[in-house]
């Protein structure tokens, strides 16, 4: 039986245990590296686009209104669509190359955070004592919503590490780092559920950690691969709706209800892969 105070209790308990283990030190410390490197390296590559650019067009600096035309110009010839390249053309184009930059490692993140939520503890039988004390479908719901806040704290973490500099450096307004950069975080945060209920089966499917990690980078990239080979033929595109990447190009739509319908599929992609792990596990001997 699901209980909303026992998953709150494992939920925090998942959540504590992971910021303050060293993977999660190691990881927290990765991101803050890894947020300035992006920053520096994205910002110097956009600027040596544009000194090239207005070097060819033999202008001294490409005003701030042409290099939102370009880049309105990239963003349409990406999406193939004029209404979502200017609403995009809005956003810092560095902020949203961050968002387009996590979702293509987050996945990976989540499976590095959760591939031991429940595995690790049916290795060494320590589940044992939880279902005492929980039934096991909040045990899973917790670890699924713990994992969940924590991938999201160390998104966050990446991503303000990245505002700042931009800040300091006039790349951004404060209005535009808290509404597109809140924005493309929280677009990260919800495609995050969808992969933190791929890694919860995953985990809920083998006793050894280890085990767990490989087969779910495996899959994976099976999944991804058949989402990309699908996507290339009209007649199978419309496949590509049973994967979460599909999703993503809801999230940058201009129209407020496709957005929330997008947001919901991530999160409906992710409910049914935990309700799946809860199956898994009230049916498994520990």
């Not at 920053?39 to 090239?52: A, E, F, P, W, Y």
């Not at 929980?134 to 704290?153: F, H, P, Q």
């Not at 790349?171 to 950069?181: C, M, P, R, T």
């Amino acid at each position: 039986m699901l209980s909303a105070r026992e998953v709150g209790v494992v939920a925090r308990r998942e959540l504590t245990r992971n910021i303050r283990s060293g993977k999660g030190i190691a990881m927290f410390s990765l991101f803050l590296l890894g947020g300035l490197v992006f920053s520096m390296l994205v910002s110097n590559i956009i600027g040596m686009l544009l000194k090239r650019l207005a070097e060819k067009a033999e202008l001294g600096n490409l005003p701030p209104e042409l290099q939102r035309q370009l880049f309105e110009s990239y963003l349409a010839e990406m999406y193939g669509s004029e209404a979502t390249a200017k609403h995009l053309a809005g956003s810092p184009a560095i902020l949203y190359f961050l968002f387009k930059g996590t979702l293509v490692f987050l996945p990976l993140l989540v499976l590095l955070v959760g591939f031991d939520q429940l595995a690790g503890e049916i290795q060494h039988r320590t589940i044992r004592y939880s279902v005492g004390r929980a039934s096991r479908a909040s045990i899973v719901v917790g670890k699924a919503l713990g994992i969940w806040g924590v991938v999201s704290v160390m998104v966050l973490v990446l991503h303000v590490t990245v505002w700042i500099p931009v800040l300091a450096r006039g790349g951004a307004s404060v209005g535009e780092i808290v509404s597109w950069g809140g924005r493309f975080w929280l677009f990260s945060c919800v495609c995050a559920a969808s992969y933190v209920g791929f890694a919860c089966i995953v985990s809920s499917l083998f006793r050894t950690p280890i085990v767990a990690l490989f087969v779910g980078a495996g899959i994976g990239a099976v999944l991804w691969l058949a989402h990309a080979l699908l996507g290339l033929s009209p007649k199978t595109e419309a496949i590509t709706w049973a994967f979460p990447n599909a999703y993503e190009q809801l999230l940058v739509l201009p129209e407020a209800a496709k957005v929330l319908g997008g947001a919901l599929l991530f999160i409906v992609w992710g409910a049914l892969c935990v309700s799946a792990s809860t199956l898994i596990m009230t049916r498994r001997d520990v």
